[in-house]
């Protein structure tokens, strides 16, 4: 936590600062790579132009697969940059020069020691989605720094295998800045995890970051709120318009965030097969349950098994039902690789329900109240017992779609009534984000007990319009 100046980070800090202005001077058809490492992906360069549309076939794009890193040591700068989005180059905001930003990878157990610095025009401040965290490294907005300052985070990772996320969390700035570009996965990996046969790294389990985008006339990402949530008019996945993925006849584990500010798809395979889902936002579900559609909400994650063993030398699409969109192209060669789906994956402790009653009600309420009151980062908000089951209810009364996030803590989704009247197996298991509809009570169970949790935490709309127009409530665990 320390934001002391020592004359080596202050020198390095001048350095940077010094080459991001050069490169904001001459403009985004600049190389800015030369500020990071550049990944394969920087390489390419290309010709602006309007964004790709869909389908169309033979001109897909390679899915970019970001840079793997260890957060233990090092730093993420975030800043404009000029990069490939597949076959031509668009001027983003991105961590390291990177769009998505580079995937952390942790064992449970590791430590993120990452220093976030602030190259942007305006002041941020990155959050781990998903990571339970003192509330000094949560990434609260009240913690946003100002352009040219920088935050050091330090804290241990000490939770369950899953794919988590990281972006900004300035209050009133999320939605522009995760719509410019910045987010990244933040994996945990675990002996359990490494115990099921399942694939673990590449090339066989691929993290995919869907979300939509639209870019302006010179071709660039433009953000364009509406208070009912931005909506793109186009996707990108990882980045990459129009992707496609060379794959094996294999077994392939794609794990899936939707990293939307306001969309929800409802994923599907073209071919009708299953997706074999095993995880969500908190890890492992209890055992694998079989789905030909997943509604995937922003934030929230899903762990899939994809069996493409007997599709060889076929192309299969990953789909959205809700706009047509054909996703991710899968090109299947005649690779046959052997592969298993297993059943059972974890034991999961379901909390003791405390009964009927909710301890706590909150009506998400138009586009920027819950409970009738706007975000207040002064008011530290209610106050949560550490170690107490609680059953919260959330309600609304119209605007809805609400994806509901708490930081701090994992839930279980107890039950839906009104709306779609049901729990749905990506809602199975340990949630941080859970859709709530209109005409929908949504109640979960939840207790804050994780040993680094105490403080203040929040909890929002994750329709980040929503979200930045004060659909959000500070809480603190004591
Ligand atoms: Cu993904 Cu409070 O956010
Ligand atoms: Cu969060
Ligand atoms: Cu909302």
Known sequence: MDRTLSPVSRRYFVRTAGALGAGLVLGCGDDPTRLVSPGPDLAKGGEKGKPGGNGGGGTRNALKIPTVVDPRTGSLT???ASLDVGGRNATVW?????????????????ENNLRLINGLQQETITHWHGMLVDDLNDGHPRHAIAPGEWFDYSFTVNQRATMNWYHPHPHTLTGEQVAMGLAGAFIIRDKEEAG??????PPHEVPLIIRDASFDRNGDMEYKPRSGGFEGDTFLVNGTLEPKLSVDAAVYRFRILNGSNA???????STGDDFHLIGNDGGLLASRVDVAEITLAPAERVDVLVDLTRRPSQSVMLRDLDTGWDL???EVNDTRVDGSIPTGLSTLAPLTDPGPQPAREFSFDGMSKINGKVYDMADPGFTVQKGVTERWRFTTRGNAPHPVHVHGAYFQVASRVGGRGELFPWEYGWKDTVLLEDGETVDVLIRFDHSAVSGLYLMHCHKLEHEDMGMMTNFTVE
């Open 94 to 110: 991105a961590y390291n020069g990177q769009f998505p930003g580079p995937t952390l990878v942790v064992q449970a157990g590791g």
């Open 263 to 269: 969309r929800i798809y409802r994923l599907a395979l």
């Open 328 to 330: 991710l192209e899968l």
């Open 78 to 80: 975030v800043s404009p």
């Open 196 to 201: 099921l046969d399942i694939p673990v790294g």
